[in-house]
């Protein structure tokens, strides 16, 4: 495996991402790159001039006029062109020679909005996935959602929709260089640095647009330094060549020692496309016109890459982290200032109600209990825990999180309390109270067979009778559990493994009551 790769596995740090047009080109049907939206535009204006000659010419001007390098030329040649066409667009569009859907010249005035940027804007906001690319986009919204902050240049809203699709707590959206003003979490936020298509006076494409960039780059700049002390930065969709990138390398590069730039080259990653390259190679680079030594991983294989950089686990997701950061924020903020403060012990799944439950109390929160502090599981990893991880768990933690659901809802317990005196437990009565009505409730498998719905309650003599039948996932689910007491509980074992394995891999926080009832009627089987 790839040093870099290993360290951040080793180290459990959840990435920062850089993600640029190249990632929307792989997975979104016809999506262009910078110099082909250039050369769509210019087509439409119907110049009778080729975009290339016009483009070989803005580069021989810039080449004459600037001493930077030549990727960079190439870089203010796409900013000068888009100021061009954007000057020759909007005149089109005033002149009634162009027409924008929905989009009129009094609008544009009103509101203040480049007609030339709302059409940009229109064709980002919609997109389509590619046929058989189903497997690798699955990973790579597992691989997004445990990403602790992403950085983007594009306009479209792949990323955010992908994160959004798999985690209801999704991401928090920050459009232009707003995020890099405010006192944010730095947890699962998403920065369009270039601006969104759900906001087309945010763009950035002209000259004008990047010397605006330009003057607060700093602050993003600043921002990244301060991140990357804590956690990597792997930038995807990128070229070595791009400006874009090697503009915020050479920001955030130049105030470090050449000491602090060594440490940090394997916490600095850029994975490139190779084709037909099924593994992971990797190089490491000094670039002397950035100052910075960063790693590069070659690829053709990113699944491959997404399910390493997914088995980097913290226990709790990003999203959920910036979710308890504001609850406790908000409770130290707006309590500590009405005087001195009391505690309260609190595990993670009550911070949600926890602002309803204590009133106008003066507190601070602790999350733990007098002896240690505790990491409370998410649904998925307790569950797959108690039924084949060996019981990682500690009791007190697994106790806590049982009496933390509702004590009407299915989740597998019996292991925990067999045997346990709960009143010898840390557990406050409250959660005691709260685990005995689970008990009482929850004494046989008829209670959660009783409960299956009429027309799903189908018999069946194997697994795979039932597997055949290629039903919906809740229907399924409700035939094996009508069906369970007489299946092959080792079969039934390995399929609800590898059910929950893809809903852990896939970022699937909560599961459907059908497959919650499967999995207590599986907990009666195997352990009453």
Known sequence: MSVALELLKRNNEYPIVFIGSGMSRRYLQSFPGWEELLKQFWDQLNTGKDFYGFLSTLKRHMSETT???????DF???????????????EKFFNQEIELPGFNAEKAYKFEISPFKMAIAHQFSSYQVKSGMEEEYASFKAFLNKSQIVITTNYDTFIEDSVNSVN????KKYIGQKGFFESTYGWAEIYKIHGCATN???????KADYEQFSKNSILISAKIISLLLHSPIIFFGYSLTDGNVRKILRDFSSPLSKEELKRLASKIIIVEWEKGQAGIVEQTF????????????RTDNYKLLYEILSEIDQGIHP???RKYQHVIKQLILDRGKKGSLNTLLVSPEELEDIEKRIGDEKLVVALGDTTYIFQMPDLLTY???YFFGGRSIHTDIALR?????????????IKYVEGIDLDKTNLHPVEIEKINQRIAKFTGPQICLDSINPSNRIKADSLTEILEKQLKPDKEYDLIAYNALKLDKQEVGTYLKEKLEKFKADGIRSVSTSMRRLLTIYDFIENK
């Open 319 to 321: 999203s959920e982290v």
């Open 200 to 206: 087309p006076k945010s763009i950035v494409i002209s």
């Open 383 to 385: 569950l797959l825990d």
């Open 67 to 73: 001493s930077d390098g030549e990727y960079d030329v």
């Open 168 to 171: 209801p707590l999704g991401m």
């Open 286 to 297: 000094f670039d002397k016109d950035l100052g910075c030594e960063y790693t590069v991983l």
């Open 401 to 413: 999180f049982i009496a933390s659901q509702n004590s009407i809802s299915r989740i597998p317990f």
């Open 76 to 90: 203010l040649t796409n900013i000068q062109a888009g100021s061009e066409i954007e000057e020759r667009f909007n």
